[in-house]
């Protein structure tokens, strides 16, 4: 997070930061989260805003109004989120958020492709989109293993050029399916690495 700085703007303060992230514990030390209380935020890229938020801090919960931007396009959006106290081993309270997605309590919500949520709930979609696109890059493969009549199976190495095919038409396929596969196998390894995702 980057600070609040810059000034009042709609009754509150802005910040302005790079990393797209709220932390709890930040907003309870600042006073934001006391209900009545209403603060603006921004995040910026290479000196662009690329997404806005008006937080506004109700019993139990902080409400969000934002705006991000997806390309050239700006998206509104509204998140209520819950927040939760738990005493403290030595005396006090700890406020937390309930993630928007897997009510989970964690300190810190990182907006993503106009989505608060934790950083689980990130990973996990994330991990989605790239077996998407390994399952992509597999079915490509073997749509072009099928027009070269080899045998199905990415894991089943390269044929012969099919009779009747021309031999440049052959290496393209055979290029693009070996980049194909390499990117598949590459994204599996990835996947598949212990200790990770
Ligand atoms: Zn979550």
């Not at 995040?43 to 806005?52: D, I, L, N, S, Y």
């Not at 399916?177 to 990117?183: N, T």
Request: aromatic residues 8%.
């Amino acid at each position: 997070m980057g600070g609040f700085g810059s000034g009042p703007q709609h009754g509150g303060k802005t910040c302005t930061g790079d990393c797209r992230q709220i932390d709890v514990r930040r907003l309870a030390r600042e006073g934001v989260l006391q209900p009545g209380r209403a603060v603006a935020w921004q995040w910026t890229r290479a000196g662009e805003r690329v997404a806005a938020v008006d937080m506004q801090a109700e019993a139990g919960c902080l409400r969000l109004d934002y705006r991000y931007r997806i390309g050239e396009a700006w998206h509104d959006a509204t998140c209520p989120v819950p927040l939760e106290w738990t005493a403290c081993r030595y005396g006090g309270a700890r406020v937390w958020f309930r993630c928007p997605a897997c009510t989970r309590r964690v300190a810190l919500l990182y907006i993503v492709r106009g989505l608060f949520a934790c950083r689980h709930c990130h990973r996990l979609a994330y991990r989605c989109q790239r077996e998407g696109a390994e399952d992509r890059a597999i079915r490509r493969a073997e749509r072009i293993r099928a027009r070269l009549q080899w045998q199905p199976g990415i894991l089943n190495g390269e044929g012969w050029k099919p009779p009747g095919m021309r031999w440049c038409t052959f290496d393209r396929l055979r290029r693009e399916h070996a980049a194909l596969v390499a990117r598949a196998l590459a994204s599996m390894a990835a996947r598949l690495r212990p200790g990770r995702g």
